[in-house]
């Protein structure tokens, strides 16, 4: 039987969900510290995730990989590497790509509840507008597939990004 899982998008930091088995990283290739949800991540967490991650890398982009939380209030982290827009091409299907390999990693260790940040709209410079609806069609989509994942979080930075997300949300499923 299929879970047709519920998703929300809420304004807030990837690296303090707690309760949810999973959150997935904007990655850079060689899965280490970075910047904005990488930097938040990777220092939560500690050093032993970093050092988890050295045989995984590099990855490519739409790869997603799968580690455990270490000090993170979760059991995985799932690393996805983005399109760096403008650069790595077709981004949209590269951002897709992120979104449907992270769910399928996800069901595969039977995980139930999941938290996004938006990827690749920060230091990677995708529009928001556009990487929301590419992000939010995408798992959407998965919803018909899912076995395991009950509840899908977007978690976003600022509250501008979270309602748009929000809205973006309501329009898709209000007009497919
Ligand atoms: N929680 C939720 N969202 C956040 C957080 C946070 N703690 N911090 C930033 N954001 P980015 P990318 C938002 O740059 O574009 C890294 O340095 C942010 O406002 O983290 O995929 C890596 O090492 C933006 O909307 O990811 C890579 O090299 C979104 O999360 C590269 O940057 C993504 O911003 C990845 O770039």
Redesign the pocket.
Known sequence: MTTPFSIECIQ????RQDGFDAVVN????EL??????????HRTAGPGLAEECRPLAPIHPGQAVITSAHQLPNRYVIHCL?P?YGIDEPADTLLADCYRHAIEVAERHEITTLAF??????????P?AEAARIALSTVMKARDNARHLQHVRF????KR?AELHQKTLTTLENHG
């Open positions: 807030g930091d990837i690296a904007a990655a850079n290739a280490q510290i970075g910047g904005g949800v990488a930097g938040a991540i983005g760096i940040p938006s990827l690749s709209t920060g230091a990677f410079g995708y928001m978690v976003l930075f600022d990004s």
